[in-house]
């Protein structure tokens, strides 16, 4: 199929995030040339994207990339693709548990997987992390319902449920869930906790930073010293976690955390690592809930924990995201016994993307 004929494509809204997602089979299979359409596709290196299908932010500048499961007890295989806005960058070291949150819905859209009555779940293969994830979600009569009554903080009004439960998320990028070996860290300093439960992030006090912890995110993005400093201890964490050289990386995530203010665990404020999630992705909670579950780690004195069994709920700049995860010591630290997050997709475009003709 020639690009010019368009790529078929379907614009989804997964969790709090926006993209476009592709069969892989309609994609070529050279992955420097599959970039590069993709990067025609999505309109970058543009900051407005404004002759592609991004939407000029990271978190609507995204791909998923779905195909048959290669094995391992899975159905489909889906691989995170994180396009640059304004720079010809794609990124695969982290995974996207929002856009997740469409890929058991495309499945089932595109053929990949049966319906299973009213209500189908789908085993998924995060390619980029090789954790695994189920969704859930109604298919009754055999078709995606889409509706429902879920409203979930930073989405305007209610949607279908989609139930993630998470397997293999603890270190799946780092090999560890405290990759330095430890629940607490100096890093140029400040007092760190670097941890792993899906999405490598590095947790910091706000106070220690200066900061309230309240900022709007614009403020953040506006503070030119403060953007140093962070890039400054992202870089030194890194290393730390054994991560190498992370300055073109997305990943680690600085999350800055402070007490709550709205009844929830903790406060959260989460780089991407220079913009700001105007929330908080789905893996970086269950992170940012393990590290603060863990006695002695950056945030566990500012959080108000909720009882055992109870929804440990981070608050972010838009309002509140609700994560389950169970965290028990062992001999060699800590495990993660359930990761679980709620969160809701919306099918928006269906049709053919086309590229503009060069880069």
């Given at each position: 199929m020639s690009p010019a004929d368009g790529i078929p494509?379907?614009?989804?809204?997964?969790?709090?995030?926006?993209?476009?997602y592709f069969l892989a089979s309609d994609l070529p299979d050279d992955p420097e040339e599959r970039d590069r359409l993709l990067l025609r596709l999505m309109g970058s290196p543009?900051?407005?994207?404004?002759?592609?299908?991004g939407g000029a932010h990271p978190l609507t500048s995204k791909v998923a990339v779905v195909a048959p499961s290669s094995g391992g007890g899975t159905e489909v295989d889906y691989l995170f693709l994180q396009l640059g806005v304004d720079t010809a960058t794609v990124?695969?070291?982290?995974?996207?548990?929002?856009?997740?949150?469409?890929?058991?819905?495309?499945?089932?859209?595109?053929?990949?997987?049966?319906?299973?009555?009213?209500?189908?779940?789908?085993?998924?293969?995060?390619?980029?992390?090789?954790?695994?994830?189920?969704?859930?979600?109604?298919?009754p009569g055999g078709a995606v319902d889409y509706d429902g009554g879920l409203a979930i903080d930073g989405v305007p009004g209610?949607?279908?449920?989609?139930?993630?439960?998470?397997?293999?998320?603890?270190?799946?990028?780092?090999?560890?869930?405290?990759?330095?070996?430890?629940?607490?860290?100096?890093?140029?300093?400040?007092?760190?906790?670097?941890?792993?439960?899906?999405?490598?992030?590095?947790?910091?006090?706000?106070?220690?930073?200066?900061?309230?912890?309240g900022e709007a995110p614009q403020d953040l993005e506006a503070d030119t010293a403060l953007a140093g400093r962070l890039a400054g201890i992202r870089l030194a964490a890194a290393g730390l976690m054994g991560m190498g050289d992370v300055s073109a990386a997305t990943v680690p995530k600085i999350v800055v955390l402070s007490g709550p203010r709205a009844g929830g665990a903790i406060a959260t404020r989460s780089f991407l690592p220079v913009r700001v999630h105007t929330s908080i992705g789905v893996l970086g909670a269950l992170t940012v809930a393990a590290g603060v579950l863990a006695e002695g780690s950056a945030g566990h004195g500012l959080a108000d924990l909720p009882a055992p069994?109870?929804?440990?709920?981070?608050?972010?700049?838009?309002?509140?995201?609700?994560?389950?995860?169970?965290?028990?010591?062992?001999?060699?630290?800590?495990?993660?016994?359930?990761?679980a997050a709620l969160r809701t997709a919306r099918k928006l475009f269906e049709g053919r993307a086309f590229p503009r003709p060069r880069l």
């Amino acid at each position: 199929m020639s690009p010019a004929d368009g790529i078929p494509c379907m614009l989804m809204r997964g969790g709090t995030s926006k993209g476009a997602y592709f069969l892989a089979s309609d994609l070529p299979d050279d992955p420097e040339e599959r970039d590069r359409l993709l990067l025609r596709l999505m309109g970058s290196p543009d900051p407005r994207q404004i002759d592609g299908l991004g939407g000029a932010h990271p978190l609507t500048s995204k791909v998923a990339v779905v195909a048959p499961s290669s094995g391992g007890g899975t159905e489909v295989d889906y691989l995170f693709l994180q396009l640059g806005v304004d720079t010809a960058t794609v990124g695969t070291r982290q995974t996207c548990g929002n856009l997740l949150a469409g890929v058991g819905p495309f499945a089932v859209e595109r053929g990949l997987v049966p319906p299973a009555g009213d209500h189908t779940e789908v085993r998924i293969r995060m390619v980029n992390t090789d954790a695994v994830a189920t969704a859930g979600f109604a298919t009754p009569g055999g078709a995606v319902d889409y509706d429902g009554g879920l409203a979930i903080d930073g989405v305007p009004g209610t949607a279908g449920a989609v139930r993630l439960d998470f397997e293999g998320t603890a270190g799946s990028s780092t090999g560890a869930l405290f990759p330095t070996g430890r629940v607490l860290d100096r890093v140029l300093d400040l007092d760190v906790t670097c941890v792993d439960n899906g999405m490598p992030s590095v947790l910091l006090r706000a106070a220690d930073l200066g900061l309230t912890g309240g900022e709007a995110p614009q403020d953040l993005e506006a503070d030119t010293a403060l953007a140093g400093r962070l890039a400054g201890i992202r870089l030194a964490a890194a290393g730390l976690m054994g991560m190498g050289d992370v300055s073109a990386a997305t990943v680690p995530k600085i999350v800055v955390l402070s007490g709550p203010r709205a009844g929830g665990a903790i406060a959260t404020r989460s780089f991407l690592p220079v913009r700001v999630h105007t929330s908080i992705g789905v893996l970086g909670a269950l992170t940012v809930a393990a590290g603060v579950l863990a006695e002695g780690s950056a945030g566990h004195g500012l959080a108000d924990l909720p009882a055992p069994g109870a929804p440990f709920r981070v608050e972010h700049p838009t309002g509140h995201f609700d994560v389950d995860v169970g965290l028990e010591p062992a001999p060699d630290g800590f495990t993660v016994t359930r990761s679980a997050a709620l969160r809701t997709a919306r099918k928006l475009f269906e049709g053919r993307a086309f590229p503009r003709p060069r880069l």
